[in-house]
T-cell receptor, first 112, second 114 residues
Framework: DAGVTQSPTHLIKTRGQQVTLRCSPK?????VSWYQQALGQGPQFIFQ???????QRGNFPDRFSGHQYPNYSSELNVNALLLGDSALYLC???????????FGPGTRLLVL | QKEVEQDPGPLSVPEGAIVSLNCTYS??????FMWYRQYSRKGPELLMY????GNKEDGRFTAQVDKSSKYISLFIRDSQPSDSATYLC??????????????FGKGTHLIIQP
């Protein structure tokens, strides 16, 4: 049973650039949530996608946007990167936006 | 005041000891309570989740929720060096027909000494 997968595993960008991160949910799951985890902190909720629409959003600026495809995979896009965007970006999947969320290994983003 | 407070540690205990990890929260609307384990440079792994006040046991792990005190705990019995990791408490509420995003504590770094 394939778990949540994310790509790439890590990448380096410079300030002002744009980045796209990808996530495939666990088999049988249709809901994808994205989190940002800064070093030494707990993950912070960015947004959640269900039925190809943004269902919930945390306290993140519009520079953070996303998309969900018909096969339930999802992308996180961040525009105009800032140094403070350096973090581990985690994707979590669940079924029908229920409470049990399973996380992927994350993408480590470094902004220079 | 942060919504979820968790002592970051580190907490160091000898192998075989009982470990107690705790979180307090301020939002009484939280309905679901989870514990995740995160190894260095990995994604969080769901250990346990509970809905109501009381205890829930799974092997060496016991999760406890006291909604009246807004306090949750995770107990680990017979701790092993492989339990060394960061333990994150997380909470969520339901709105609009589905579960909201998780609100996490900062995580407690646990070290089990062989």
């Amino acid at each position: 049973d394939a778990g949540v997968t994310q790509s790439p595993t890590h990448l380096i960008k410079t300030r002002g650039q744009q980045v796209t991160l990808r996530c495939s949910p666990k088999s049988g799951h249709d809901t994808v949530s994205w989190y940002q985890q800064a070093l030494g902190q707990g993950p912070q909720f960015i947004f959640q996608y269900y039925e190809e629409e943004e269902r919930q959003r945390g306290n993140f600026p519009d520079r953070f946007s996303g998309h969900q495809y018909p096969n339930y995979s999802s992308e996180l896009n961040v525009n105009a990167l800032l140094l403070g965007d350096s973090a581990l970006y985690l994707c979590a999947s669940s079924f029908e936006a229920r409470e049990t969320q399973y996380f992927g290994p994350g993408t480590r983003l470094l902004v220079l | 005041q942060k919504e979820v407070e968790q002592d970051p540690g580190p907490l160091s205990v000898p192998e075989g000891a009982i470990v107690s990890l705790n979180c307090t929260y301020s939002n009484s609307a939280f309905q679901y309570f989870m514990w995740y384990r995160q190894y260095s440079r990995k994604g969080p792994e769901l250990l346990m989740y509970t809905y109501s006040s009381g205890n829930k046991e799974d092997g060496r792990f016991t999760a406890q929720v006291d909604k009246s005190s807004k306090y949750i705990s995770l107990f680990i019995r017979d701790s092993q060096p492989s339990d060394s990791a960061t333990y994150l408490c997380a909470m969520m509420l339901y709105s609009g027909g589905g579960a909201d995003g998780l609100t996490f504590g900062k995580g407690t770094h646990l070290i089990i000494q062989p």
